[in-house]
Nanobody, 126 residues
Framework: VQLQASGGGLVQTGGSLRLSCAAS????????VGWFRQAPGKEREFVAA????????EYTDAVKGRFTISRDNAKNTVYLQMNSLKPEDTAVYYC????????????????????WGQGTQVTVSS
């Protein structure tokens, strides 16, 4: 399984970015996908996740109301729309796929996602 995260960049406070996570195989549409981020010197943390059909979505409190996760299974792609960005959102963002198909729930633990993309840098300037 290969996951390709893209869409990162440098934006000013209050700006927006849309991250994409493209999977190499069509079967990835059957799995939950999560976004995580890791800032320098910090642990990797959960940002958002979406179940395989999109019926279950979770966000960490820090991004609620600003970030939106969605997916297009026909394109094997999961998106993270990030609005009202803040300097504390600066991090490398990773997408990850769960290991169990057809689950209508999502989890927030790093260990719940065995497959990871390479990460994309998001930098928000103040």
């Amino acid at each position: 399984v290969q996951l390709q995260a893209s869409g990162g960049g440098l934006v000013q406070t209050g700006g927006s970015l849309r991250l994409s996570c493209a999977a190499s195989e069509r079967r990835s549409a059957l799995y939950a996908v999560g976004w995580f981020r890791q800032a320098p010197g910090k642990e990797r943390e959960f940002v958002a996740a979406i179940s395989w059909r999109g019926g279950s979505i979770e966000y960490t409190d820090a991004v609620k109301g600003r970030f939106t996760i969605s997916r297009d299974n026909a394109k094997n792609t999961v998106y993270l729309q990030m609005n009202s960005l803040k300097p504390e959102d600066t991090a490398v963002y990773y997408c990850a796929r769960s290991g169990r198909p057809y689950t209508d729930y999502v989890r927030a633990g790093v260990d719940d996602y065995p497959y990871w993309g390479q990460g994309t840098q998001v930098t928000v300037s103040s």
